[in-house]
């Protein structure tokens, strides 16, 4: 996933994993943009790409929140539980 161009809200407390040594990051009012640091050598290109070319990693939670929000609600769980992954 690092390795494509992911859009992060600027709205909020968002912590981006620390992976500074192999990634890069643009700032703007739109959130932070972070990608692989072999993709997109050529200087400016990083900022040149459309919006609509990223991953924003906002919409992607909040589908998948709503995702099992509804899929907990069918089958009687809490949404709010978190499940172990193993026993």
């Known amino acids: 996933m690092w390795g494509a161009p992911t859009l992060f809200s600027s709205g ?13 990051r643009l700032t703007s009012d739109k959130g932070t943009l972070t990608c692989c640091h072999k993709n997109f050598t050529t200087k400016g290109v990083l ?11 906002d919409l992607v939670l909040t589908t998948l ?3 099992n929000y509804v899929y907990c609600k069918k089958y ?3 949404p709010t539980e978190r499940f172990r992954l193993f026993r």
């Open 12 to 24: 909020g407390d968002v912590e981006l994993p620390n992976v500074d040594d192999i990634s890069q």
């Open 47 to 57: 900022e040149k790409i459309k919006e609509e070319d990223l991953i924003n990693i």
């Open 65 to 67: 929140a709503a995702i």
């Open 76 to 78: 009687g769980f809490d």
